[in-house]
């Protein structure tokens, strides 16, 4: 979410996860407290004893309070499921948190690295060799037919999933997302909201993933993905360029209102901040807004999330309280940042 | 009944009859509700979830009396029962995927299209099946034998257990 890194105006990030089990254990679904422990154990142990995995901050999420698990799930570095589950769990995380290793979620280890803008090239690299070094200090449960056995057989062969984060307000606001849809399920790509699984989209962000793990290579299904998300980067940038052509003022209008909002109200919900840094993260794209760069919105939709608002401001805060606190954050974070361009621009 | 989209009970039985055959959904109230409210011309239909999957796939291929055999079948190595597999979607073990390859072999290509791994293949620890399999089983006798306080069979069962992991079996 660094705003950096190709395409970053409309992609936000690329993320590779590798589902992995232990031979020795059962899946967690049938795993013992004792087991869980047992495999928390084995792999701090053994990440303890590989070059470079000794510096990762190691967390045990199951001793974390409620907050901090909320706090990593919104940053992305653990899973909803992996915050709320129960028994012995934990993360290893890097230093610039582009690498998380999930320890007992749904499979024993759920490996993850995401990249700023399309770079899934890159996070392949990374993750393949991370996998390599794990895989030479533990033994993974691995059938010659079937490739890497999960939890769940929608996950067996590979155990990867690729996806691409991607901002397409313009694609909403023409109605021509639903077709977007269409055509990448027929390609067997799935398309979910901002939060995986389930989620409701929000602000416009779409999460775009290889729905199939068997059959093909990791390669090919890194392919798959990033053979298509440049046309929908450039199916975003047509319906950005009709609207600006088409209907200038009204663009501008809607742009303005919503940062409008941003700057100046008392008490703002969640979910009416991602839908107003949506059209204000479309307005910097556009030139219409140029206050503000791409990251400071990025940041924004971090920071402006529950718990992160609660460990700004270091105590526990209601959802009323969490509204009024997230007004004042945005007052006085845009504010600043206006005021510093505006500076430099005199 | 759980939900076949997700873990919740299943409190709304919907029978569709838009297709050629009645089509049944047993879904939580909320899944019920996304359902139920989804838009008809496209937008994002749920997922058929792998309960579900499975649930209409069995149904085509067996009896009743079939799947109730079906549903028994359990796993020696973990316990999991097919039908707790069926409900939750989840395996319990490597060994499931032997041990109910029949029937799990027809949900992969419904799946993937594909049942032959193409990908990357671990390069140190490589096992057979066979060999992980005995490895899930040896970490059960051992924790039975460290219950009983019997360490010289535990000890044993570590030398074994080392023997395979570092392919000497």
Known sequence: MRGSGPESDIVISSRIRLARNLAEFPFIRRCTPQDRKSIEKMVHDRLQVIPGFNTLYYLRVDELAHVDRQFLTERQLISREHAEAEGARSVAIDNDERLSVMINEEDHLRIQVMKSGLDLHSAWDQINEVDDQLESKLSYAFHERLGYLTACPTNVGTGMRVSVMLHLPALVITNQIEKV?????????????????????????????????????????????????????????????????????????????AYGILCTAQTISSEETMHLLSSVRMGVNLGLIDDLAISDINKLFVETQPAHLQKLRGNELDTAGRNIERALYLRRYLQDRGKEHRDERN | MKCQQCEKPATFHITELTGEKPHELHLCEQCAQSYLTQNPSGGMPIQPSLAGMLHHQLKVADTAKELAKLDEQVCPICGISFYEFRNQGRLGCPHDYTCFGSELDPLIVNIHGDTQHAGKHPKHHQQSSQDQTRLIQLHNDMKAAVEKEDYERASQIRDEIRKIEEGQS
């Open chain 1, 181 to 257: 849809f269409r055509s990448l399920q027929k390609i067997n790509l799935a398309v979910r909201g901002l939060y995986g699984e389930g989620s409701q989209a929000m602000g416009d962000f779409y999460q775009i993933s290889n729905q199939i793990t068997l059959g093909k290579s990791e390669e090919e299904l890194i392919g798959q993905v990033s053979g298509v998300v440049p046309m929908i980067i450039e199916y975003e940038r047509k319906a950005r360029d009709f609207l600006i052509t088409q209907n200038r003022e009204d663009l501008h209008d809607k742009i303005s209102r």
